[in-house]
């Protein structure tokens, strides 16, 4: 079978804290993104590749339940995330206390979809070679975060993204932040940092700006795609994932770039009014909206 959405990445256990309370969760872009598709309707085909150690089986098995295809390959360890936030929801120091096996060519010989979500959580995970023989497959959608955190110890360094041109002349849509467009393209300049990066052939730079929305460049356009402001800020972790769920669904479906922004901005705005995942409807996403 040929899905809609592949996404690979691994699950995480998480320890998060913040001003308010403490929770332990799982977590990464793997997770947000599953749970995120499993409160949409289901109109696009959806598979989950992720690679945990023996004590994240539990919450394989809950991901499961969900009705997805999920293949899950053995690791000597489960990635052990430990985030703690100030009372600036933005400043996060975060820790990584274990780290999980990377995912290599066999694990995705077989895999077939028309797009393949990678997941980074680490600079290690997806070597160039697997994001090459993916390419050849689907267009790759690749979240940024992680090819620019590399692990030393157990403290989190941010570091140059190692065969960056390799890997982005094979990317089709790509993710980053504010922070991450000035590591890999130099500015905080919309324009320039997503004609920059349309340069190496990625045809979608998805670039979010935290309150200040997300500015989408695509086929020599940028797309002006608004915040929706959420009643309460409870939690910012996976928010990221959020947005990337929701456009990939909308876009899967041939919807065009706007709407699909707008529609991972709603998306967004629900997921930051409580910790986990996004968890509310497509009518609640909808009415936030329009």
Partial sequence: MKYDICSIGHITRDKIVTPDNTVYMA???AFYMTYGMSHLPRKVS???VTKVGDESREDIGKIRSLGFDTLCYPSRHTVFFENIYGANSNDRRQRVRAKADPFTLEDVRNLNAKVFHLGSLLSDDFSPEVVEYLSTKGTISIDVQGYLREVVGE???AVDWKDKERVLHCTGILKLNESEMVAIAGSRDTHEVGQKLGAYGVKEVVMTL???GTVIYAGGYFYDIPAFKPRKVVDVTGCGDT????YLWCRAQDMDIESSGRFAAAMCTL???HSGPFSGS????LQIEF
């Fill in 27 to 29: 977590g990464g872009t």
């Fill in 46 to 48: 959806y598979q989950l």
């Fill in 155 to 157: 403290k989190v360094y």
């Fill in 210 to 212: 935290g309150s200040y």
């Fill in 243 to 246: 947005f990337s769920t929701g």
């Fill in 271 to 273: 997921k930051l009014e």
């Fill in 282 to 285: 497509i009518e609640d996403i």
